[in-house]
């Protein structure tokens, strides 16, 4: 099992045991503040002291972009706004290998058009569990993607 799962589940068995979430399906927004914050904490440690732009600029500015979608989506939270944060990475992950493609000129169109595919099937999935709305999903996906845009004249 790798290093980050353990630390993700280790932090959700504390959240439960505390009772700040009632479930892995965390629907009250309130209980999404916590989680939200470790997974931004964590980011910010891993961008400021792990991965460095002088050394793999290309990630630094997409785990960058990640720490300011997931800001994003905590600010939302004080607004009453729920996003998907499964769309907010999916946003995140399939426009950073769009960037990559643009930086290295590789042929990544097998993989970009395969991300799309997987966004369709992780939106249809979050809807038909009613885990969330279709605007949640739009928002999340969209909260996803402007920060790697906004990052992409850093590193492109």
Same mark, same amino acid.
């Given at each position: 099992?790798?290093?980050?799962?353990?630390?993700?589940?280790?932090? @959700?068995?504390?959240? +439960? &045991?505390?009772?700040?979430?009632? =479930?892995?399906?965390? =629907?009250?927004?309130?209980?999404? +503040?916590?989680?939200?914050?470790?997974? !931004?904490?964590?980011?910010?440690?891993?961008?400021?002291?792990?991965?460095?732009?002088?050394?793999?600029?290309?990630?630094?500015?997409?785990?960058?972009?990640?720490?300011?979608? =997931?800001?994003?989506?905590?600010?939302?939270?004080?607004?009453? &706004?729920?996003?998907?944060? %499964?769309?907010?990475?999916?946003?995140?992950?399939?426009?950073?290998?769009?960037?990559?493609? !643009?930086?290295?000129?590789?042929?990544? %169109?097998? &993989?970009?058009?395969?991300? @799309?595919?997987?966004?369709?099937?992780?939106?249809? =999935?979050?809807?038909?569990?009613?885990? %969330?709305?279709?605007?949640?999903?739009?928002?999340?996906?969209?909260?996803?993607?402007?920060?790697?845009?906004?990052?992409?004249?850093?590193?492109?």
């Amino acid at each position: 099992m790798q290093l980050q799962t353990c630390i993700v589940l280790l932090f @959700f068995y504390l959240l +439960k &045991t505390f009772g700040k979430v009632d =479930s892995i399906m965390i =629907s009250d927004m309130n209980q999404r +503040k916590i989680p939200l914050l470790l997974n !931004i904490s964590l980011l910010a440690v891993l961008v400021m002291r792990g991965i460095r732009s002088e050394m793999f600029p290309e990630l630094h500015y997409y785990l960058l972009g990640g720490l300011l979608s =997931s800001g994003l989506a905590f600010v939302m939270l004080f607004f009453k &706004t729920k996003t998907s944060i %499964h769309m907010l990475g999916m946003g995140a992950l399939t426009f950073f290998v769009v960037g990559l493609a !643009i930086a290295t000129d590789y042929d990544l %169109h097998y &993989t970009i058009a395969t991300l @799309f595919v997987i966004t369709g099937f992780v939106a249809s =999935s979050r809807l038909a569990m009613k885990a %969330h709305s279709l605007y949640e999903l739009f928002f999340g996906y969209i909260i996803g993607i402007v920060p790697q845009i906004i990052l992409y004249k850093y590193w492109l």
